[in-house]
């Protein structure tokens, strides 16, 4: 067993779990409590302490919030941030400079390239492949009236399915097993399994070919 090693630049706060081998770089945070804005919509709790599976890696410059939970073997890249009540899944990779916003779920084997934004409240299953700069969404009033806290609901993206760069998710909206979302594609409806989509707003072009597919049991 491999002890965690901690930069001396990296901050971790008391009672984060780390397990053999973790490594958190320069100037890294990981396990701090939000700091909240009076109008934030967010839930205000003391949140438990962080935990980190074994063999990860929280690179330069990236922070983890406490209340989450990473697996073992994900690269957390320089930059990136994970925020409040995550569960990320093993062997993950979140690329430099993404933020996995509070109350997202991240399945194994899933890659979030450079740039991603992953707004709260979002499901991302197995095998998931997200491009650099995709945007999701959680919110069809944009801050606007009380009935959105009820309806407040990021993408689900099931096992398998790829995102190109630049897309854009709409609120609520799912993106089925092993479908393809085009680069730059606003996504605006539900994608059913196997599709490829592209456009704006997302339209089905054709089915993904068979010698791309998975093929989940």
Same mark, same amino acid.
């Given at each position: 067993?491999?002890? !965690? =090693?901690? =930069?001396?630049?990296?901050?971790? =706060?008391?009672? *984060?779990? $780390?397990?053999?081998?973790? &490594? ?7 396990? /701090? #409590? !939000? *700091?909240?804005s ?8 003391? $949140? ?10 929280v690179?330069?410059?990236a922070?983890?919030?406490a ?5 073992? &073997?994900?690269?957390?890249? %320089? #930059?990136?941030?994970?925020?409040? &009540?995550? /569960?990320?899944? @093993?062997?993950?990779?979140?690329? &430099?400079?993404?933020?996995v916003?509070?109350?997202? *779920? ?6 979030? #390239?450079a ?6 409240y979002?499901? $991302?299953?197995? =095998? ?7 945007? +999701? *969404?959680? %919110? ?12 407040? /609901?990021?993408? +689900? ?13 709409? !609120? ?15 996504v ?18 054709? @089915? ?5 597919? $998975?093929h989940? %049991?």
């Amino acid at each position: 067993m491999a002890e !965690p =090693h901690i =930069h001396p630049t990296a901050v971790v =706060h008391e009672g *984060t779990v $780390l397990g053999d081998g973790v &490594r958190v770089l320069e100037h890294a945070v990981v396990g /701090k #409590q !939000p *700091t909240l804005s009076p109008r934030s919509t967010a839930k205000r709790e003391l $949140l438990p302490p962080a935990v980190i599976g074994a063999g990860t890696v929280v690179s330069t410059g990236a922070i983890v919030f406490a209340g989450s939970t990473v697996g073992e &073997r994900v690269v957390l890249g %320089d #930059q990136s941030c994970v925020r409040e &009540r995550v /569960k990320i899944g @093993d062997d993950v990779v979140i690329g &430099r400079g993404s933020l996995v916003e509070n109350d997202t *779920t991240i399945g194994a084997l899933t890659k979030v #390239q450079a740039g991603a934004y992953i707004t709260a409240y979002s499901t $991302l299953e197995e =095998h998931v492949f997200v491009a650099p700069c995709v945007v +999701t *969404t959680n %919110d069809n009033f944009m801050g606007r009236t009380k009935r959105r806290h009820e309806l407040m /609901k990021g993408p +689900t993206i099931r096992r398998g399915a790829r995102i190109g760069g630049g897309a854009i998710l709409c !609120p609520g909206i799912e993106v089925g097993e092993e479908a393809f979302v085009g680069a730059g594609a606003v996504v605006t409806k539900d994608v059913p399994p196997r599709a490829v989509v592209v456009g704006s707003p997302a339209r089905v072009l054709r @089915d993904v070919p068979e010698d791309e597919l $998975l093929h989940f %049991d």
